[in-house]
């Protein structure tokens, strides 16, 4: 292979694959809107995931730094009723095969592993082409362009390399995320520190729900899920975080404070996750010299599935360019084969996980109760 891979997004799946291209002496280029590796927060906790994304980072040579990253505990899971009843609370025995970890310090081990100049930052694409031959002409804001012999969409749900292979758009869920972030949480929010516990709480009622777990440094990151057209979080103005901050709240009205206080007592504006998602099954015909990976294949509201899946693309995908280095097109063929199914193989959401926790403690909890009938 004589042109090296130009990948589009230095997320996690584009990083990945640039990692498994260098350790096969494949060059690769990626390109990043962003402007530095700090430009923005990389979000939140990931498990990462024994069957999908720890085989990605085995084929990044990278599991002894990972290992570092992981914060021990955080698999404890407890599910609390809206009274703050605990429902569940199941520790972390170490045995989960889910570590957690920091999606931004999981990155920043991608980032050290490349050579250094791989990640052209400040790069954003307006537009991307094809010249043909296999070959796509992709163009950023700032007027610069590169020819790619082999161009990978890495670049998420609104990606622009997208376009050279499918129509398909991404569309709302039906519901939003309001993350928000409680700081110092064992010293100044005791009550909401106690109940999200050690690792991660959930409290999940059919139309609300809130999510939330324990970060690096005694922080504690909540999301809040709601079930509403889009319009309806059109009409709150999140740029005023206090009368946001209310009118989200007022949707838990009857909630316990501990609970609550996820939202009324945090130490960040609220911010809006709006949430899309690509239909089930999204593939295209193949393409020659262009693939996606990751959101940009297959975006999926988030079930903890979404970065584990991208990390597999990306080393599936440098695996298969290794194994065929002189022929790209037996390489994407292999890749985009293996890739549709997995992708569209249905997602465990976290209401899902918990009916399974619940059932499960319900049933050894009866079994405890209930002794058995005597044989006479």
Not at 68 to 73: A, D, K, S
Not at 133 to 151: I, K, Q
Not at 155 to 172: E, H, I, K, Q
Request: charged share 20%.
């Amino acid at each position: 292979m004589h042109n090296p891979v130009t990948i589009i997004g230095a997320g996690l799946g584009g990083l990945t694959l640039a990692r498994v291209l260098h350790i096969h002496g494949i060059p690769a280029t990626v390109y990043e809107a962003e402007p530095s590796p700090a430009a923005r927060s990389q979000g939140g906790m990931l498990d990462i995931h024994g069957y999908n994304g720890q085989l990605a980072l085995e084929a990044a040579d990278l599991m002894d730094e990972f290992r570092g990253l992981v914060l021990e505990g955080r698999q404890a899971m407890r599910v609390l009723a809206p009274d703050g009843t605990v429902l569940l609370d199941q520790a972390d025995d170490g045995t989960g095969g889910r570590p957690e970890v920091q999606r931004g310090e999981l990155r920043q081990i991608l980032l050290d592993s490349l050579p250094a100049g791989t990640v052209q930052w400040g790069h954003k694409v307006s537009c991307t082409r094809t010249l043909g031959e296999g070959h796509h002409e992709v163009t950023f804001t700032d007027g610069s362009t590169v020819a790619a012999g082999l161009l990978v969409g890495a670049d998420g749900a609104w990606s622009r390399v997208r376009p050279l292979l499918s129509t398909t758009a991404p569309g709302y869920v039906g519901k939003s995320v309001v993350e928000t972030y409680l700081f110092d949480a064992d010293t100044r929010h005791p009550a909401a520190a106690q109940a999200v516990g050690g690792g991660s709480m959930i409290v999940h009622t059919p139309d609300r729900e809130i999510f939330a777990h324990r970060e690096r440094g005694d922080t504690l990151h909540a999301y809040v899920r709601l079930p509403e057209p889009q319009n309806w979080f059109a009409a709150i103005d999140f740029t005023d975080a206090a009368a946001a901050t209310a009118r989200i709240a007022r949707e838990f009205d009857g909630w316990a404070p501990e609970l609550t206080a996820l939202i009324t007592d945090a130490d960040t504006a609220p911010v809006l996750r709006t949430l899309y998602e690509l239909p089930t099954g999204h593939r295209w015909d193949r393409v020659p010299g262009v693939t996606l990976l990751g959101d940009a294949a297959h975006l999926m509201a988030p079930n903890g599935e979404g970065a584990n899946l991208a990390m597999l693309d990306g080393a599936e995908l440098g695996k298969a360019l290794a194994t065929h280095a002189d022929d790209i097109e037996a390489a994407l063929t292999e890749f985009e084969q293996a890739m549709f199914p997995r992708s569209a193989e249905t997602p465990t959401f976290e209401g899902d996980k918990l009916l399974e926790l619940l059932s499960a403690h319900e049933t050894a909890q009866n079994r405890i109760a209930v002794p058995a009938e005597k044989s006479h």
